[in-house]
């Protein structure tokens, strides 16, 4: 006979929920987050043809990027902060062609750091981690606000995009559910010199 009562039951494991997340940027909570896509990983393949036959091969692992919602708040504006963070790059309009301002150009390295890094947690109903994606030498590829509606009573809200090198995950919670507050990384980069 089943337990009726198995989703209550004292031990009995809830499932992850998509409404608890945090997004943080540079360690700061992004608290205007309103949706953020999860890391996904895609494997190329090449393919080989030997008469009637074709064998397929893995290839490199391609990490997508990743899209949020913002909802823009009058103050602090996501809007403004996303600019803010764009011209950090090193993204200036050449207003004179005589400076030598108006030759710069972004870097990757102002792009990742202006942005700082992004996590986004996935946690449980008492808000502790259930797994963390870190996204690597991430920046910003779109920013695109909302537009204007007279007949809308919407939130304005931002669309972004970010592009990133890999991400990290990390789970909290073993294989019988036991919490690990210092969490188990998947898809780190090691030192192959290191013993």
Do not use: C
């Not at 198995?6 to 360690?27: E, I, L, S």
């Not at 036959?53 to 996501?78: E, R, S």
């Not at 995009?161 to 919670?173: E, G, H, P």
Request: proline share 5%; no cysteine.
């Amino acid at each position: 006979m089943t337990n009726a009562n198995f989703w209550t039951a004292p031990g009995a494991v809830d499932p992850k929920r998509t409404f608890r997340f945090k997004v943080t940027f540079g360690g700061d909570a992004v608290w205007w987050a309103k949706d953020v896509d999860q890391p996904q990983a895609t494997v190329g393949t090449t393919e080989h043809d030997f008469m009637i036959h074709k064998f397929y091969y893995p290839g490199k692992v391609t990490w997508n990027q990743v899209a949020l919602t913002l909802v823009d708040p009058v103050t602090p504006g996501a809007l403004d902060s996303l600019l803010t963070i764009l011209r950090n790059t090193g993204y200036k309009i050449p207003g004179d062609p005589t400076r030598e301002e108006a030759f710069s150009s972004i870097s990757k390295a102002n792009a990742t750091t202006s942005l700082g890094q992004v996590q986004i947690d996935v946690l449980d109903a008492d808000g502790q981690r259930l797994h963390t994606w870190d996204l690597n030498n991430s920046f910003i590829m779109e920013i695109t606000p909302s537009k204007l509606d007279y007949a809308s009573e919407d939130l304005m809200t931002v669309a972004l995009t970010l592009k990133y090198d890999w991400a990290t995950y990390t789970s909290y919670v073993g294989s019988e559910g036991s919490r690990n507050e210092a969490g188990t990384s998947l898809f780190t980069i090691q030192d192959n010199n290191q013993s």
